[in-house]
């Protein structure tokens, strides 16, 4: 019997943003506003002009958040997948086979668990073809 020192109600929470050759991501103890703005501000420091195509989590749409859109809308756009239609988000197939691959490791504490996911993380099979659904 393999036992589990963290709770399972703790969590580690993952941002992540594909481009064409890189997966990038954040790992927290919540998604929330104040986790969000500083990705995507990550981001447009990495990339200098972004696209973002992100869902409607609370979060995305926040006042605040439209705030910062409209602020740095010289280098981001940020369009919105239609409603219920997480088979169009390349990142959904990331955490798929994030979760497959978790499935056969071993981890003892939370930490444990983050260290496995930054591994992971680095791995090919993360960089999924973000087009991919277009071109059927």
């Known amino acids: 019997m393999v036992r589990y020192l963290h709770e399972r109600r703790e969590k580690n929470c993952v941002l992540g943003a594909l481009s064409t050759d890189t997966f990038i991501h954040e790992i927290a103890e919540i998604l929330n506003n104040d986790v969000f ?3 995507v501000q990550v981001l447009i420091d990495q ?3 972004v696209v973002i195509v992100m869902d409607h989590t ?3 749409i926040s006042h605040q ?3 910062f859109y409209r602020e740095n ?8 997948f239609p409603s219920y239609s997480p088979e169009l988000d390349s990142t ?3 955490c798929r086979a994030i979760k497959k691959w978790l499935s056969v490791r071993f981890w003892r504490t939370k930490e444990e668990l983050k260290d496995q996911l930054v591994q992971g ?3 090919d099979f993360v960089m999924v073809p973000i087009y991919g659904h277009l071109l059927s």
């Open 58 to 60: 609370r979060y995305h």
């Open 65 to 67: 958040m439209q705030d």
């Open 92 to 94: 959904e197939q990331v």
């Open 121 to 123: 993380f680095k791995e």
């Open 47 to 49: 990339f200098e002009r």
């Open 37 to 39: 703005e500083p990705f």
């Open 73 to 80: 809308s010289d280098c981001l756009y940020v369009e919105y």
